[in-house]
DNA sequence: ACATTATGTAATGCATACCTTACATAATGA
DNA sequence: TCATTATGTAAGGTATGCATTACATAATGT
């Protein structure tokens, strides 16, 4: 699961810290999600998604099982 | 987390079984999901969500931390 | 009556999301 | 030099998503 994560904290000047005190879990969880160590829960995507005033599929680029549209 | 994944399914004619299938999951995942008994995985939301040919957030409704949109 | 389908639920087990604590490097600035 | 900030990483623990197996009820059709 690709995300845009970092950029989107670039943009903003947002800190890893700052970006997991805004939602409420630790730099860690963000720092993970951020570098694609694992996924994060769908409320947590929700959350940061907000964070950045954007929707899920705009942070996070899931591969698509089916479907011709990407 | 709110769901409209029975609704979803309703107006296509799919059971639980079927749309399981179709991801890929099992039923019991689905149902669990559906009812509301945990969130899925955010890979399962796009699976879910791209049978549909919906975007996440039209499928599930998370309770909002920010923001005054809703 | 019997089989099939759809749904709800439970137990057990595994993988993983997230936490806390901790250590490391690099950049910045007093 | 020393302190602070930002980032990457690791270990150990808890919570949860999902699989598998299994049992139950209800609806449908033969």
Do not use: C, T, Y
């Not at 970006?19 to 929700?46: C, M, T, W, Y």
Request: proline share 3%; charged share 30%; aromatic share 6%.
């Amino acid at each position: 699961m690709n995300n845009r994560i970092k950029v989107l904290r670039a943009e903003r000047d947002w800190s890893q810290q700052s970006l997991a005190d805004r939602i409420g879990v630790s730099r860690q969880a963000v720092n993970a999600v951020e570098r694609g160590k694992h996924d994060p829960s769908l409320q947590l995507a929700f959350d940061i998604a907000d964070q950045f005033n954007l929707r899920i599929e705009d942070v996070f680029l899931p591969v698509k099982k089916s479907s011709s549209e990407g």
